[in-house]
Each structure stands twice: as C-alpha cells, then as structure tokens.
C-alpha cells in the first residue's frame, strides 16, 4: 500500500483545528484494507471474471475457451431465453402495479385515519416469512386440488400453465410485499409538510384532486426511492421463483435470473450462464439508468 | 367510511393465507385435508410438525450453521466496515472518498454476476461446501452497507473527541475501539440486524455454494424440502418449518425496533 498521510486541514468545523493534522499513527491505511481486500477478491474479482467468461466456452473443467460474442448470438436465438424475458418483464409491469401500486392505495387510505396502524397490520404479517416460508404456504393453496380451487369451484392449474403461473406467482409476491411498500409510503406520507394540505383543503380540495394535485407532488421524492428499489429488485426476481416452481413447468416460468442459475448449475454451461449474468446486469443498469434520468428530468 | 370498507375487506383477504399458515401448522401432520383447511383442529402439533421437518430436512445442523453465519458474518462485516468508516472519516485517509466509493461500489453487483467465480474458486480452493467459505462471501456482500453507515455516523462525531484522546496519548486503534466504537453502539446494531436478516433469509449463495445439509443454510435447505421431496412432506410439516424458521428475524426486529429506528437517524449521536 502507498497510501500516505493526508496533511490538508480537515473540512467539518475545524475552524480553530491546527494548521497540520496531528499524525495518526502508521497503521492507518492499513485499517481500510480488510474492507478493501474482502470487497476486491469476493465482488470485483468475481464480476469482472464473469463478464470474461461470457465471451468463453467453459464447462467448469476444460479451461474457457474464447468464443467471442457466440454465447451472446444463442442467447437472442434461445427460445427458453425469449420465455424468460418475457416473464421477467411481466414481474417487473406486475410489481409496479400490484406490490407497489396497491401499497401506495393502502397507504393513502390509512395513513390518516384513527389506529390506521391497526388497519395495516394484515398486511405487514406476510413480510415476515421468507422465499422458502412463502412457498410452503401457498403451495398447497394453489395446488391442483388446493383450497385456491375449492374456494374458487374452478380447477385451475394454477402452478402449471403459462402465463398464468408467472401471474399467480405475483399475486403471492404482492401478498408478501405490500406491506413494506404500504409502510414506506405511509412514513412519507407522514412526514408532508401539512400546510399545503390544509391550504387545499380550505381552497375547496377533497379525495381525489387532492391527492392527485397536492399529496402526489409532496410525496414524488419518496416515490422515486419505492419505485426504484422496485424495478431492480423484480427484474432480479428469483427466490420466489425458485422455491415454488424451479422455473417450471418446461422452464415456462422461469426468469432471467432463474435461467442463469439453471443453465449455470444445473445444465453446467458456464460460459453461458455467465452471458445471461451479464444480460441481467446489462438489463438492471439500462433501466436504473433510464429511470434515474427520467426522475432528474421530471424533478 | 369508503375508505375503512375498502382497507377492512383488503385486509381480510389478506389474512386469509395468514390464518391458513397458523392453523394448519398447528394441526397433526397426518390429518391434513385440503377440503377442511378452514376449520382449526384444535390440536397444538406445531411443534411435533416442527420435529417432524427437522427430521425429514435434516435442519438441525442446517439451522445450526446458520445462526453461525448470520451471527458471525454481519458482527465481522461490522467490525470491518467501522474501521473503513473510521479511518475514511476520523483520521481523513487520504484519497479516502475513493475508497469509500470503492468499497460501497460492491453493492451494485448482481448475485448472479459472482456465483461462476466464486463456485470454481472455492471449488479449487476447498471452500466450496464449508463453514469458513460461506462466512467469508457473507462478511463480504455484508461489508459495502456497514462501512456506508457507519461513515455517515462518524462523520457527524465531534472531531474535537478525537483530539482530545490524542492528547491524551491514546493511540489511533485504543481510540476506535474504547471511543468510537461504543458510540456506534445503535448504529452498529441497526446494520447488524439487517444483515443478519439478509443472510438468515439467503436462498441463493447457499444453493450454488454449499451442498450438505450440516452446511447449507436454513431457507436453503428448506427449499429442498419443498422441491426435492415435497411429494411425502404433509403440508402441516412444511408450515410449521416455514413458520418456526420466520420466527428469529421478526423476534429480533421486533426486539429491537428502538435501537433500529435510533440506529437508521444517521449521524445523530
């Protein structure tokens, strides 16, 4: 390490501070080196290789072979791979909708209202259990001859057939995560300024115009973060997915980063399931991307 | 009135699969009908179910080596970013900034992007499949968001207590660990018990990096017993494991909801 003493006079309130730093002691640079090494060998390391093997041939026991942009040409021709896009895009257009749509509706609905917590309870209990807590409890529900059928009187094969095993996958996810979204919301919601609303009010303002001209403008900071945190975390979607049909039925309900994982770990194509990494990745930060300019033009 | 309506008919569907998870966990395992879902049993077999599933998904070591990771990891992973923060914030590394952004730049990265690297790396390195291994990719995915807090937090301490330790000849690391560190304390266990959350909730690494059961973490493991032999696990079993194993990360947040909230206000001493 050559990392060396900084000598400049600190910035935060150091107005009476010595013109020189007193010396610290020469271990210091050491100190950020634990954190340094650890974040380099186990996340940078690992990333950039994987953009490398991308571009490879690699089975996990010959040595990658190069193949340039050939793994990247199979993906666009792979008709499992087109399932999965499509499948990513209905969780991410379903998790604006449902998750975080709803959650904004409940939000407002309660978020003023006498023991409004009370109201919201229902909803936070799901975020309790996990990926694998989920599927236990919905697995038998939408099960062939599940309680979902029975209530219903229908036959429904809910877990089997495409789309529709995406969509039912949705609804548990928006059953597990409405209520943080409810949460996040309400503490924003919480925090508007009240003047504006009572100006309003007085100015003859009630139920929907209010929210629409008023209370929406207020919260749009609060908004930009659910919504973002959202996007990234459903164009990753994979637990729920996983633990409940392993991309299944024929692979028809898998996502991208389910395929990554099938074709990585369990089909042992190293190099491919790499391209596909690096597609989701490509794909994430694309929409970040997009989505953060869109916040600072709208801001 | 619309509005309580609405919130009251949401919230009881809500609290259907809710109510469903508690009374079919509770009721023996054998006596599951899905046409009779609805009625409790009237039987307390949750922890019989519970034993049940250790049995049959072999948790016991599972669950074991979890709380290993999710105690260890996160406290190192702490420990670790403090010092950054620390030394980035208090003794004004040089550079320190880019460090900083180094160091937190490891939270963009997809899981998916270090899975091929890491499986062949600790594959050749003996790590694959191991406690050691599973601890060391736990501290550090955990690191970036500890060292992100804690600079925030010691950047609105008083340089001036800094100062005075100086003078008073304590040396850089006595002054960490007997000042710093103790006025970190919320912060410290705010980070703690997200990450402790995260790695006890862990699907993914625990799936591509560990096989044996005395070795994988427990929602990993569990997802083996709802996937790989789901056909002989009578569904009371599974949800009583789904529910027991849920149970930790909401008694510790809820054991903990002042110090988190305490711990998040950043930068507030």
């Known amino acids: 390490m050559t990392l060396q003493l900084e000598r400049a006079p600190g910035r935060a309130g150091g107005a009476r501070r010595p013109r020189r730093a007193p010396l610290h002691g020469r271990l210091r640079p050491g100190y950020v080196a634990p954190a340094v090494l650890l974040v380099a060998a186990l996340l940078y390391a690992p990333f950039l290789w994987t953009v490398y093997l991308s571009f490879t041939s690699y089975d996990g026991l010959a040595p990658p072979a190069f193949a340039g942009l050939r793994n990247f040409g199979e993906l666009l021709e792979d008709p499992a791979l087109l399932t999965s896009i499509r499948n990513t895009l209905i969780w991410v257009a379903g998790t604006m909708v449902l998750p975080v749509g709803l959650g904004l509706l409940v939000a407002v609905l309660s978020y003023d209202l006498p023991r409004g917590a009370w109201y919201r309870l229902p909803f936070m209990l799901p975020y309790a259990l996990s990926g694998a807590g989920l599927a236990m409890v919905w697995s038998p529900i939408l099960s062939h001859d599940g309680i979902a059928n029975r209530l219903l009187g229908v036959d429904t094969a809910f877990l089997q057939e495409e789309p529709h095993n995406t969509l039912a996958m949705l609804l548990v996810w928006t059953w597990q995560q409405l209520g943080v979204n409810t949460l996040l919301f ?4 919480q925090s508007i300024p009240k ?3 009572e100006a309003a009010r007085l100015d003859g303002a009630s139920g929907w115009s209010l929210f629409r001209h008023v209370i929406w403008p207020l919260m749009a900071p609060l908004t930009a973060v659910v919504v973002g945190l959202a996007l990234v975390a459903s164009l990753k979607t994979f637990d ?7 991309g299944g039925p024929g692979r028809n309900s898998e996502t991208l980063a389910v395929t990554m994982y099938r074709e990585t770990f369990v089909a042992s194509q190293y190099g491919y399931g790499s391209a596909v990494a690096v597609l989701l990745t490509v794909v994430a930060g694309l929409a970040s991307y997009l989505y953060l300019r869109g916040q600072v033009r709208t801001a | 009135m619309i509005r309580r309506a609405v919130l009251l008919v949401l919230g009881l569907v809500w609290l259907g699969p809710t109510y469903l998870l508690v009374v079919n966990a509770f009721r023996p395992a054998n006596s599951y009908d899905a046409s009779r879902a609805w009625a409790p049993s009237g039987d307390i077999a949750i922890f019989q179910n519970f034993a049940l ?3 049959r998904a072999d948790l016991g070591g599972s669950l074991a080596s979890t709380l290993l990771y999710s105690v260890v990891s996160p406290a190192l992973a702490v420990l670790i970013g403090a010092l950054a923060g620390y030394t980035i914030v208090v003794l ?13 730049g490891g939270t963009i990265f997809p899981t998916q992007m270090l899975l091929v690297p890491l499986f062949v790396t600790y594959s050749d390195a003996g790590l694959y499949d191991s406690r050691p291994g599973m601890i060391l990719v ?11 807090v804690l600079r925030n937090f010691f950047t609105g301490v008083a340089f001036s207590i800094f100062e005075a330790a100086r003078m008073d000849g304590a040396s850089t690391l006595r002054i960490f660990v007997r000042i710093y560190l103790p006025l970190a304390g919320s912060a410290l266990a705010a980070v703690f018990i997200l990450e402790f959350t995260f790695i006890w909730n862990d699907l993914l690494f625990g799936l591509a990096l560990t096989q044996t059961s005395g070795v994988r973490p427990v929602m990993t493991q569990l997802a083996g017993l709802m996937t790989d032999v789901y056909a002989g696990t009578p569904v009371p079993v599974g949800l009583a494991a789904g529910l027991v194993v849920s149970l930790p990360t909401v008694a510790l947040f ?6 988190f909230a305490r711990g998040l206000s950043l930068g507030s001493v």
């Open chain 2, 138 to 148: 736990y501290t550090a995915v955990s690191v970036p968001l500890a060292a992100f």
């Open chain 1, 195 to 197: 003047e504006p609303i």
């Open chain 2, 53 to 55: 599933a250790i049995e």
């Open chain 2, 92 to 104: 004004r590394l040089r550079g320190g900034f880019w460090w900083f952004m180094l160091i937190f």
């Open chain 1, 186 to 189: 309400v503490v924003g919601l």
């Open chain 2, 254 to 259: 809820l054991a903990t909801q002042r110090l």
């Open chain 1, 240 to 246: 729920i997915v996983w633990v409940m049909t392993q």
